[in-house]
């Protein structure tokens, strides 16, 4: 059963930031699109769900920083630049049971667990960052072997390994230096006169931005169908001939761009009689972690700060994000929001907990970090698990990202694992799709 008609130009899977952008361009170019979503609704990773009164929040945390130019961009296109909240970065980590705000350079000043040399010298960073002009040279270094001669052995032992471990977990050493130079650059780059950052976020959410850029698509001509899973592609010779979804239904097009995890795109492929070995062992070559992301509902605030980096061996959470000390809890009829990440490798049994099982052991661990905390404060939560969270741009990163086109003449791929030396995030999800648009549209293949 073939339930599309053959003259659609392209057929894009995925409805995240990277499938919608691309839909955008071009749909507004005056092309025929589809976009086949398994989930229903738009946003992907950056998705939002209703709380039980309907209010709507993100399943994961999401801002954008000063260096983000193409979401503010696409909000523009979209005419909805009154819905961008900025606001100064609160930001803090939580170290040897206290919380030290680490918001400005000043503060870095105080952070008393590095001796004053330790604090300069890691406050003079971000000049040693700015002074690598081409990442290549590091491009064979790992994060330590880079970073650990430069701030010294206690900024290295404090500041950034419980970092790289929580957000890397089992891959932590293997993660290269230019990850790390990419963030600290960009990151450096920004910081107004006084060293503080600003971070953006849209007002209602990425959800609703998403649901914005899915509408803008249709309005130009294209479709978004939800709820449909792809399950195979069936090739013929070097082109893909259509897509198999897992309720029989068949999508065809001339030109099809694809957009979710690596391994998820060779597992459709894997019985295709044409399929070159190479390029699919090439894909599932990339490594990738699961977050475990829960979300509280608390009748109060836990601490004045937005995103708490938690430094502290023994926690198992790369931060705990109070959503609400950066947007207004009125937005969310009075709730403060709070999220608790966690990378983890999907094999790890703590993945497969109970939902009620997670919260207690995650409450467990946010107690002896805030000992006020009761049960009570909970008002309700979710648990959200995202397998292909984060994509390890490992050291020798760039001659392990497959190539946007595939051996498939008519297949392109465009997936936050090309994202590269920047890391995975909706801005550059935004830049991706976009770039996979204007390369169908300039090399005239729809
Ligand atoms: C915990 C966490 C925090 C983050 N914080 C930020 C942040 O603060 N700022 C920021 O900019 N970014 C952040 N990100 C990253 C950001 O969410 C992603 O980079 C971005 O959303 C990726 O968009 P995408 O479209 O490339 O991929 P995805 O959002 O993964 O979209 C792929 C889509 O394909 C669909 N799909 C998968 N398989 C199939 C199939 N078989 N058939 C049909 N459809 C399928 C999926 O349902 C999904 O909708 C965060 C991510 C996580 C996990």
Redesign the pocket.
């Known amino acids: 059963m073939s339930h599309e008609a053959k003259n659609i130009d392209v057929c894009i ?9 691309a839909a955008m361009s071009l749909a507004r170019a005056g092309k025929s699109v589809i976009v ?4 229903d609704g ?6 939002a769900f209703d709380l039980a009164d309907g209010v709507r929040v993100e399943k ?5 920083f000063d260096s ?1 130019t193409h ?1 503010p961009e696409i909000i523009g296109e979209l005419g909805l630049q009154d819905r961008i909240l900025t606001a100064p970065s609160r930001t803090g980590m939580y170290y040897n049971k206290q919380i030290w705000r680490l918001s400005t350079p000043l503060d870095l000043l105080t952070f008393k667990p590095l001796s004053l040399i330790d604090r300069i010298r890691l406050g003079l960073l971000v000049f040693r960052v700015r002074r690598i002009t081409d990442w290549r040279a590091i491009e064979h270094l790992s994060v330590r072997e880079w970073l650990e001669p430069l701030c010294g052995p206690a900024a290295f032992r404090i500041v950034w390994q419980p970092l790289l471990e929580h957000k890397f977990s089992i891959h932590a050493d293997e993660v290269g230096a230019v990850w790390m130079w990419k963030k600290l650059a960009l990151r450096g780059g920004t910081r107004n006169a006084r060293g503080g950052e600003q971070l953006a976020y849209f007002k209602g959410g ?1 959800g609703d931005l998403a649901q914005a850029m899915a509408d803008d698509a249709t309005r130009h001509g294209g479709v978004v169908r939800y709820g ?4 195979r592609a069936m090739t013929e010779g070097q082109r893909v001939t259509a897509l198999k ?2 309720d029989g239904s068949e999508i065809r097009a001339n030109q099809f761009l694809f ?3 690596l391994p ?1 795109i060779a597992d ?1 492929f894997s019985d295709a009689p044409s399929v070159n070995a190479a390029w699919l062992a090439s894909l599932r070559r990339v490594k990738y972690l699961g ?1 475990a ?1 829960l979300l509280l509902e608390l009748d109060r605030s836990l601490s004045p700060t937005y995103w708490l980096n938690v430094n502290d061996p023994g926690f198992p959470f790369v931060g705990v994000i109070e959503h609400t000390n950066f947007d207004d809890p009125a937005a969310y009829k009075g709730r403060h929001i709070v ?1 608790l ?1 966690r ?1 983890m490798a999907t094999e790890d049994p703590v993945w497969d907990y109970d939902d009620q099982v997670y919260l207690d052991y995650a409450f467990g661990h946010l107690q002896r970090m805030f000992p006020q905390l009761e049960r009570s404060w909970i008002k309700d939560f979710a648990l959200w698990r ?1 397998p ?3 994509p390890i741009a490992e050291r020798g990163y760039s001659r392990l990202i497959p190539d946007r086109q595939t051996p498939f003449a008519n297949a392109l791929i ?3 694992a090309q ?1 590269y030396p920047e890391d ?6 935004i830049r ?2 976009r770039a996979a648009a204007h390369a169908l549209i300039n090399e005239q293949r729809c």
């Open positions: 899977v995925g409805a995240g930031f990277t499938g919608l952008a086949v979503e398994a989930d738009p946003g992907g990773l950056a998705s994961f945390y999401h801002h954008w983000d979401l990425f449909t899973r792809i399950s979804c897992t957009t979710p995890a998820i459709w977050n992301c999220y990440s990378y995202a292909y969270a984060q465009a997936t936050m994202i995975r995030g909706t801005n550059y999800a991706e799709g």
